[in-house]
């Protein structure tokens, strides 16, 4: 059974534009929650977190929101630049342990 | 964050083979990790390293398939063992730093023929 879960597997969005990348999970048992970014022949690159008791952590141009109620976060780029083109990964951490259940990642394009 | 280097970065294999992946890093860390993300799939972890112990497996991961050596606090090898077409993957080591941040090393891409 999927955990995690990134229902869409790409999104296009114009440069400039915002870009929102979705997760659900199914398990309460997690404390935090990661995003990371992919690019190509690279190994992925961690991006911001948030805890479990948090409804939204701000980094820059990326801020997540977690929706406990929903069992839904969400990664918000704004503005989107062509270097975030990657496949973006979202991971949940089990309560109190070390180990990280991801998603199956959303390939995002930003076009000029 | 540490930096984090795999060998080889990848890989074409025959079946019933075996392959031992190399994961070095700039600094000491107590926790590594091995993950796979097979095509078009997410990254499942393998198990855990930590210095000085038996690696812990995940569910459907087992030593006598993936053995694991974790001799000091930079370096740890995976080994696919008797490889087939289904263990094509690419196969990733992580490193703990800070609670609860994974860092990753650029991973070796693994074919098996």
């Known amino acids: 059974d999927q955990q995690v879960k990134q229902n869409s597997p790409s999104l296009s969005v114009q440069e400039g534009r915002i870009s929102i990348l979705n997760c659900d999970y199914t398990?309460?048992?997690?404390?935090?929650f990661l995003w990371y970014k992919k690019y190509p022949a690279e190994g992925p690159t961690f991006l911001i977190s948030?805890?479990?008791?948090?409804d939204k952590n701000e980094d820059g141009r990326f801020t997540v929101f977690l929706n406990k109620s929903a069992k839904h976060l969400s990664l918000h780029i704004v503005p989107s630049q062509p270097g975030d083109s990657a496949v973006y990964f979202c991971?949940?951490?089990?309560?109190?342990?070390?180990?990280?259940?991801f998603g199956t990642g959303t390939r995002l394009q930003v076009f000029p | 964050s540490a930096v984090i280097s795999q060998k080889p970065s990848r890989d074409i294999c025959q079946r019933g083979t075996s392959l031992t992946i190399q994961c070095q890093v700039d600094?000491?860390?107590?926790?590594m990790f091995w993950y796979r993300q097979q095509p078009g799939q997410s990254l499942t972890l393998i198990a855990t390293a930590n210095q000085g112990s038996e690696a812990t497996y995940e569910s459907g991961f087992v030593i006598d398939k993936f053995p694991i050596s974790r001799p000091n606090l930079t370096f740890s090898t995976l080994t696919v063992s008797n490889m087939s077409p289904e263990d094509s993957s690419i196969y990733l080591c992580s490193v703990q730093q800070g609670p609860y941040e994974q860092y990753f090393g650029p991973g070796t891409r693994l074919t098996v023929t």
């Open positions: 991971a949940a951490r089990v309560y109190n342990t070390d180990k990280l259940i």
């Open positions: 600094s000491q860390v107590t926790m």
């Open positions: 948030i805890s479990s008791i948090k």
């Open positions: 398990n309460s048992m997690f404390d935090y």
